[in-house]
């Protein structure tokens, strides 16, 4: 037989295109239109509802950028409603291509305020029950302008209000009551799917050609000049084809309907808000229609955003929920970034996540879900199973330069020991639309083949796309068992976990972090809202301690709802495309705001709580971890004296000397009088380097940078004060102050820099250049510490030329090292090289600064300060105790007497992470520890009352096996890196 398969390929195309898509309605009538410009911000419906409208025509423009317009519709349904047909509404706001989600978009409501549904590209008709004759609605049109272009990352001004500009975006060009031809409908849906498997099917495979002969009879079936007459003998010849089913061999696919919605992007989080409106009351509705299909929904706050805005639609997810077809999952307040939170910042994402789920809906999710942030920290597998949690679902690793992780689903082993059972859903998607080339993308590269043969595929569009839609549906109903195809089916998450876990005996292992080797860039973007991350964090510790410990001791009143209104702030600020420094300028000036709200009001808890604890007087105090004393006398001052080779900063413990560069050419600690600075090099010295990423530019930092760079040494003024040199240096736009100081008493030198940076396309790195043969260091997660090699040996090694550490950084051999403690620094690098000498340098970098001009042109640009400190010889220990210093210096306080810590541990590597008061505001005070230093510690902890072991959500967990008991104390052996909350009861005491 002569081979015409592409010759049908093509018939079939321009059926498809020019024939199908104008027989789908069997009437289109134009209703009438009147519209309303919102001035300013959006407003409440009711508002919108009793505004004045003007009547418009059509095509009409409307929308600056960022503007909202109402437009109220009115008419009547048709007189006769044709079997075969279905009454709906087509609204066209002017899409301006099929890209849900980035453009305008419309929810719809009736005038009693009832939402319809979401008005989107690929999903804009209206539901309309025709026992309504008098058509009359509303849409709230959002201009939303489309940012990200054809993804070129050029800057644009439309990202912040004040810079977009004015002019209609878009051009409303539908608003139609109109008669649905469910026969044609049926018959596209029919040929999407088949169209999509036939062409993922080996042109060698006899079903491919039997699809592609069903498809031509159906071709010559339907005439195109009359669809709708001929649509029924189309589908006829279709059927065959349709009804043979899946091999038992297939790949199973378990479908859940899900809208990845980002808390803030490319839009400010007011617009989220509405996202989330649309695309659930779209979720809700569908629902209507729909019993078989699930929404999994993953992000506390969105739904405590419709709670609070939406109220009624919050009802009816509520119903929906317990019907078991709208599912909250994840856990975590937003879908965070793992990477760069602190471990309490983790935890309180699960804390009050799930505490949403289980108070509004009582669920108790059981997975954790983030499939798209930039890479997940090895900490995470504890955290998950402290939350009471079993399964890890996640996807954005897939987007690996280099390496592949080899399994779709294993079991991921954290830091600590801790083993989850883990999810990486092969189709490589969180939005799929359940098309022949993503399923057939899942079969092929699941990695589990012969022994599992089960994975997820998320389904809907994201971003206010408005979530799964109805072909959707009707995709997965023809997928559910079709030969050639994976057999779909639409379940919930947990249904597919328990099926996964059930077919899978023994799933391999992955120890250690998903690094994503890519978006390194993220974790120096935006510096502002990283610092004020890092303030926040820490402020909120010392909040709570001092709060608890004041309730405890003095009976003051705990500010329960300010103390978690500030974490619900905190922790939206850390969703994965706010914190990494990768939304709009828009977003970072809101956090920039929030932030400085949050240092006042929690600095007043603090204040306060603290005056409380210490009384009237006049006693010099000072906060000490966890208690208030007077601050221990240091005998020895600091000598500033000059020699040839420079400044000498000696305290007796550390000396330090600082050329007439202003670098930090030798350090020395009086223990041991080894030198910690590589021989002729210059630490302290700061690296200006060219950073424009092929892609991603607030995302990326490509491996490049390194080649292009020079150092900023010029001086422009060196001074000298009490302990400590400045040195002033200009460059291209921008100057640095750069104060070394030693206080007295101190092992480690204390590095300031104030920035006033102007530089785009460019990365400020402080670098350290040590004298220490490290094969690896040691870089601070939640709750511990991960090593990384100081090599490039494999191609894994070498993708992780940028990595995250939290609050130190450490590079030692046995018995000597050095540590580099920051406040607001999450980017570093560590290289080592041989010298002529023999000896090993090992570098470490700190990226302080860069300069992207996508999504925010002015990213970065203005003042900056940023702190370091370095102490050498410094085991882990110190490196520990440095990073606390740093990030929760002693506070001074006048007042009548010293306070007594209210906890009290009696091991050095146990540390306390939260002190707080419980959830339910018994009184009981939680106590969060965890063993810092990957040893064994065996650890008395005193509090007051009776102890009980609980999980992150503060329910009683089983105490560990060798726990003893005591009245206020516990005694309990943590192994290496384990996280343990303890519950003190008021009751008890
Ligand atoms: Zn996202």
């Known amino acids: 037989m002569h081979d015409n398969r592409l010759i049908v390929e093509g018939r079939l195309e321009r059926f498809v295109q020019q024939f199908l898509p104008g027989a789908l309605y069997r009437e289109r009538r134009p209703l009438a239109v009147e519209a309303w410009n919102v001035p300013g911000e959006p407003v409440p419906a009711p508002v919108a509802f009793a505004a004045g409208y003007q009547p418009v025509t059509l095509p009409h423009s409307w929308g600056d ?235 506390a706050q969105q739904l405590a955003w419709v709670k609070q805005y939406y109220p009624a639609l919050f009802e009816r997810i509520r119903k929906k929920v317990a019907a078991g077809q709208f599912i909250p999952v994840g856990g975590m ?11 309490e910042s983790l935890a309180r994402q699960f804390l009050y996540g799930k505490q949403f789920f289980l108070k509004e809906f009582g669920v108790d999710t059981l997975e954790a879900w983030v499939p798209d942030t930039f890479g997940y920290s090895a900490a995470l597998p504890q955290i998950i199973a402290a939350s009471g949690s079993r399964w890890f679902l996640t996807q954005k690793i897939s987007w690996n330069q280099v390496n592949q992780i080899p399994h779709s689903t294993f079991l991921w082993e954290g830091i600590d020991g801790t083993r989850i059972f883990t999810h990486f859903p092969p189709a490589d998607t969180y939005i799929s639309e359940l098309s022949g080339a993503e399923l057939a993308h899942a079969a092929r590269s699941y990695k589990e083949k012969g022994v599992a043969g089960t994975s997820l595929v998320p389904f809907g569009w994201g971003d206010g796309g408005g979530g799964p839609t109805r072909e959707m549906l009707a995709a997965a109903e023809r997928l559910g068992s079709l030969e050639g195809s994976p057999v779909v089916t639409i379940d919930s998450p947990q249904a597919f976990f328990e099926r996964a876990e059930a077919e899978y005996e023994s799933p391999p292992v992955w120890s250690g972090e998903l690094y994503l080797e890519l978006h390194r860039g993220t974790l120096t973007s935006q510096h502002l809202t990283k610092q004020g991350n890092r303030r926040n964090e820490h402020l909120l510790r010392e909040a709570e301690l001092w709060a608890a410990t004041a309730a405890v001791r003095e009976g003051a009143a705990y500010p329960y709802d300010e103390l978690t209104g500030s974490w619900h702030t905190v922790l939206l600020q850390q969703f994965h495309d706010v914190l990494p420094g990768t939304s709009i300028a828009w977003v970072h000036d809101e956090v920039e705001q929030n932030d400085a709200r949050l240092r006042e009001s929690l600095g007043r808890v603090i204040d306060e709580s603290v005056r409380t604890l210490v009384g009237e007087g006049d006693l010099e105090l000072a906060t000490d971890g966890l208690g208030i004393r007077e601050p221990a006398a240091h005998p020895a001052d600091v000598s500033l004296t000059e020699e040839d080779a420079g400044f000498v900063l000696d305290n007796g413990l550390v000396r330090a000397v600082i050329d007439r560069r202003g670098h930090l050419v030798s350090l020395r600690d009086a223990a041991t009088g080894r030198e910690a600075i590589a021989p002729g090099a210059a630490g302290h010295r700061l690296v200006l380097h060219r950073d424009i990423p092929n892609e991603w530019d607030a995302w990326d930092i490509d491996e490049h940078y390194r080649r292009v760079s020079r150092d900023v040494d010029e001086v422009e003024s060196l001074e000298t004060g009490a302990g400590e040199v400045v040195v002033t240096r200009r460059f291209g ?73 939290h609050r130190w950084i450490h590079v030692g051999e046995p018995g000597y090292g050095v540590a580099i403690a920051n406040e607001s620094t999450y980017g570093h690098d560590v290289v080592r090289h041989t010298r002529q000498d023999g000896g090993t340098t090992t570098t470490v970098g700190l990226s302080m600064l860069r300069g992207p001009m996508f999504p925010d042109p002015g990213s970065d640009l203005g003042r900056h300060t940023l702190a370091y400190s370095i102490r050498p010889n410094a085991g882990i220990r110190e490196a520990v105790a440095e990073g606390y210093r740093a990030n929760v210096p002693a506070r001074a306080v006048r007042g009548a007497r010293e306070v007594e810590p209210l906890v009290r541990v009696s091991h050095p590597a146990v540390m306390v992470e939260a002190v707080k008061l419980a959830e339910d505001r018994s009184g009981d005070v939680i106590v969060r520890l965890y063993e810092s230093e990957g040893t064994r510690a065996s650890v008395r902890v005193e509090c007051v009352g009776d102890a009980r072991f609980v999980d992150l959500i503060e329910r009683d967990v089983e105490p560990p096996a060798g726990a003893e008991f005591e009245p206020g104390a516990v005694s309990l052996t943590l192994r290496p890196f384990q996280l343990v909350t303890l519950r003190f009861t008021a009751a008890g005491r």
């Open 733 to 805: 736009d921008s100057t640095i102050r750069q104060t070394l100081r030693l206080r007295p008493g101190s092992a480690a030198l204390d590095l300031a820099c104030e920035v006033d940076w102007h530089e785009r396309h460019a990365l400020l790195k402080l670098v350290f250049p040590l004298d220490v043969h490290a094969d690896r260091f040691a870089a601070e997660t939640q709750f511990g510490h991960v090593y990384r090699p100081t090599h490039t040996n494999t191609s894994w090694d070498a993708a992780r030329f940028e990595v995250c550490a």
């Open 65 to 299: 950028p960022w503007g909202t317009t109402w437009f109220h519709v009115t008419g009547r349904v048709p007189e006769e409603i044709p079997p075969g047909t279905r009454l709906e509404l087509v609204v066209d706001l002017g899409f301006s291509g099929p890209r849900p989600g980035f453009q305008a978009e419309g929810l719809a409501y009736l005038p009693d305020g009832t939402l319809i549904k979401a008005v989107a590209p690929r999903s804009s008709h209206l539901p309309w029950d025709p026992a309504r004759p008098s058509i009359d609605l509303y849409v709230e049109a959002a201009a939303n302008p489309e940012l990200a272009g054809e993804n070129t990352y050029e800057p644009t001004p439309l990202g912040d209000r004040a810079t977009a500009g004015s002019g209609p975006l878009y051009t409303a060009r539908a608003f139609d009551v109109a008669l649905l031809d469910v026969g044609v409908w049926e018959l596209a849906q029919d040929i999407w799917t088949l169209d999509g498997l036939m062409r993922e099917l080996s042109p060698d495979s006899a079903r491919r050609w039997e699809i592609l002969r069903a498809l031509e009879r159906m071709l010559d079936a339907v005439d195109p000049a009359a669809v709708s007459a001929t649509a029924a003998a189309g589908r006829a010849a279709l059927a065959g084809v349709l009804a043979s089913p899946a091999a038992a061999s297939s790949h199973r696919i378990v479908a859940v309907g899900h809208a990845h919605i980002d808390s803030a992007w490319l839009w400010p989080v007011r617009e989220t808000i509405r996202k989330c409106a649309r695309t659930f009351a779209s979720a809700v509705t569908l629902m209507d229609e729909h019993p078989e299909y699930r929404f999994a929904c993953s992000s």
């Open 333 to 343: 307040w937003v879908e965070p970034d793992i990477n760069m939170p602190g471990g």
